[in-house]
């Protein structure tokens, strides 16, 4: 019998489902074995985050389950660490032990979509929630709940006022629908859940850098963005256009115009950059960094390696290249599938023809304006619409469909729910404990952690397949990382139980840049050991 063909998908977003369709009966009949890794088991539907954030809908809703999507691929759940493309192999590392594995490939595709673009302005990392992930939706719905519990209080009013201001920086679709939401959120949860609070008090301003909001849609279709306008006007959000973010603070925002506005939410949605992984790839990108493809979706200068959605640059049929939105990535994930069948069965490929269907943006308490390949529409009726679309062609099974039918309903009976499950995120830096004979890095493993060896002994162990031999003893003080070892093919090994502080090397190299001599902060004042010495050394190892 013949080896199936084996396709590695990099990604578990719109691409890489719509690709395991099309690829579904190749895989079942086995002339195919798609893997599909993704650090995410879930995938997210973007456009109903402002839903989930205001507890319209409970947060799973918005995620549905890769792994039941692509069935029967595979998931490899596991962060993509590395692509040799020489080697036609992909490295990955699990989230849970930091074990790498390598998936080799006939075929690769590249989903791996693109990630918040950091650099906008001073203090976006440090002091914005951003709308890509789950993750970071779902700090900010809690946030949001947070905010309101403190505010119903604050009895200082300058603080309870700047507690009560949500600002939105970029006047997109995204921020568009969010500012409007949250408007509505906050006019329901004064009237019921926080008679403490009064709606008056809550402010919600918007920032953008162009003379009107929405400028996606502006230049084509006016009308709708007009309409748009007299929503957000009518809704009382304060907007402040032709100018930008110049810094979020700890207090609040500066504008590019000096005007400060104290709050303590700021949301950014001022766009996206590509993946840092595509730097791994020696292909051409385009001007923002996306991997240029041809027609066929297959990367240029490339013969086994496809890409689509928002990491690539996808020839548009009618000139340019595909905007970053979901329904292009999913025909993006469809045409690959099929061209990878028709390359392995040596027929001609079939060109990317999709060239959009239209667009929606929500407005608020059953409001929204769309248009559909050019028509346009708005109020009521569009908003049912939007709410059609979502369901059938972005919700994409029907256990989720069921699921939100049902949530939809139930808010509607029972009002929205606040509760804020606040839950503890494990820092940089935390405690670890092994018992006797436990291995603590295994022989040819890498770790993301540096160690400090709090209490307890440890071994370094070399094993050349006769016997083992112990290179160097570890005590109370002493450091080891990856690059501390002797060589890859030594273990780590408790010889007591120990105790370990593990420093998460993101943490470690930042520290490491600003101060080479930065145990000592990590110390913080516990003096008497080696681990200054020891730590201040390991930290300059990249
Ligand atoms: C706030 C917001 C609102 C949006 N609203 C809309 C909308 O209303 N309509 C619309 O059409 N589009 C919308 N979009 C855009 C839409 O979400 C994207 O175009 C779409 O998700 C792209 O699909 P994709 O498959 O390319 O990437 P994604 O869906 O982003 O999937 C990328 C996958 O790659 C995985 N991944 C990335 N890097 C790694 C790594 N190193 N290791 C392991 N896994 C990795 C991720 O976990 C994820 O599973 C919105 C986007 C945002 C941010």
Known sequence: MKDPVRVVCLGGGWVAIYLARALRPAVRSGDVKLTVVSRDNYSTVHGLIAEMLTCKIQPQQINSSVREMIAPAHLHNAEIESVEVSKQD??????????????????????????????????????????????DCYRLRNHLVSVLEMASIETNPKERRRLLTFVVAGGNYAGIEVACDLVDYFRFLSRTRYPELKFHEFRVALVEAGPRILPELGKRLPYLVGYAEKRVQRLGIEVHLNTGVQAATAEGVVLLSSERLPTGTIITCTGMRSSPLLDQFPYERDGRGR??????????????????????????????????????????????????LRTTASKPLKPYSFNGLGEACTLGHRCAIAHMKGVPASGFLAWIGW???????????????????????????????????????????????????????????????????????LDVVAND????????????????????????????????????????????????????????????????TAAGRTVGACLSIR
């Not at 240029?300 to 009618?318: L, R």
């Not at 595909?322 to 025909?331: D, G």
């Open 90 to 135: 992909v490295v990955t590392r699990s989230a849970l032990d930091g074990r790498t594995r390598t998936l080799p490939y006939d075929h690769l595709v590249v989903g791996v979509g693109s990630v918040e673009d950091f650099s906008r302005y001073a203090g976006i990392a440090d002091h914005t929630f951003p709308l890509k992930t789950f993750a």
């Open 291 to 340: 991997l240029v493809t041809d027609q066929f979706c297959r990367v240029s200068g490339a013969t086994n390696i496809w890409a689509g959605g928002d990491c690539a640059a996808v020839p548009h049929p009618d000139g340019g290249s595909c905007p970053p939105l979901a329904h292009y990535a999913q025909k993006a994930g469809t045409n690959i599938g099929t061209n990878i």
């Open 387 to 457: 709410r059609f679309i979502v369901l059938t062609m972005f919700v994409p099974s029907w256990t989720r469909r069921v699921r939100l039918m049902f949530d939809w309903w139930l808010t509607l009976v029972l009002g929205r729910d606040v509760v804020n499950p606040r839950m503890e995120e494990r820092g940089a830096i935390w405690h670890v404990l092994y018992e006797p004979g436990q291995i603590i890095v295994a022989a040819g493993e890498t770790r993301r952690y540096h160690y400090l060896v709090e209490s307890g002994d």
């Open 465 to 528: 397949g006769k016997g083992e031999k112990i290179l160097q003893s570890l005590k109370q003080g002493d450091y080891f990382g990856e690059g501390a070892r002797p060589g890859l093919d030594c273990s780590i090994r408790a010889r007591t139980r120990v105790r370990l502080l593990a420093i998460d090397t993101k943490v470690a190299d930042a520290l490491s840049e600003v101060r080479p001599d930065a145990a000592m902060l990590l110390k913080q004042g516990k003096s008497g």
